[in-house]
């Protein structure tokens, strides 16, 4: 298997404007996380996903970011519209089953100027 | 209190040293956890998993204090290639894996 696969590697965009990042999980892992990372917070849960339904989206910092999980082997985080604190390193990652071994992508860089 | 607090360093050390970090956490329920590295603009990896007191991998030991609410990471013999920044993640009880900010450590020849 290829491993948890994210896209794209790097982002740069414009303050205002709107961004999608992917991500497809590993097949036949039921569970898929979007975390974040910035060095004042670390790593942040912002969602996930079992079985294509969200199941804890409390981290999500505002209305501008909305995930969704279409189907078992893609997922999108998109943030409309963006502003430079959400500059950060987006990761997702994904498992098989509840407290296993959850094995991440290789992450987005976001920066927003 | 957080749900996880890591001394975030750095831990400078020579090689062939042995150096250690700990970590400490809130859920006094939580009975087991994993250490993951993270290198320098690189995804977390899996480092060790530790479903009851303590795990020993080759130059690696991870423990459990359940009384102290702690988990300790120890390196022997130092490498290079161990220079990386060390996540814990302790059990909460959530089903997502909740990660401590990490510990950074820079092994110098």
């Known amino acids: 298997d290829a491993g948890v696969i994210q896209s794209p590697r790097h982002e740069v965009t414009e303050m205002g404007q709107e961004v999608t990042l992917r991500c497809k999980p590993i097949?036949?892992?039921?569970?898929l996380f979007w975390y974040r990372q910035t060095m004042m917070r670390g790593l942040e849960l912002l969602i996930y996903?079992?079985?294509?339904?969200?199941?804890?989206d409390s981290g999500m910092p505002e209305d501008r970011f909305s995930a969704k999980m279409p189907n078992a082997s893609f997922s999108t985080l998109k943030i409309q519209p963006s502003e430079p604190r959400d500059s950060a390193v987006y990761f997702c990652?994904?498992?098989?089953?509840?407290?296993?071994?959850?094995?991440f992508g290789q992450g987005t860089r976001l920066t927003v100027v | 209190r957080k749900e996880v607090e890591q001394d975030p360093g750095p831990f400078n050390v020579p090689e062939g040293a042995t150096v250690a970090f700990n970590c400490t956490y809130s859920n006094s329920a939580s009975q087991s956890f994993f250490w993951y590295r993270q290198d320098c603009r690189k995804e977390p990896k899996l480092l060790m998993s530790v479903y009851s007191s303590g795990n020993e991998d080759g130059r690696f030991t991870a423990q459990l204090n359940r009384a102290s609410q702690y988990i300790s990471l120890l390196i022997r013999d130092s490498k290079l290639s161990d220079s990386a920044t060390y996540l814990c993640v302790p059990n909460t009880g959530r089903r997502a894996l909740t990660f401590g900010s990490g510990t950074r450590l820079q092994v110098q020849p």
């Open positions: 996903f079992n079985n294509n339904v969200p199941i804890d």
């Open positions: 097949s036949g892992h039921d569970y």
């Open positions: 990652a994904s498992n098989d089953r509840e407290w296993t071994e959850a094995f």
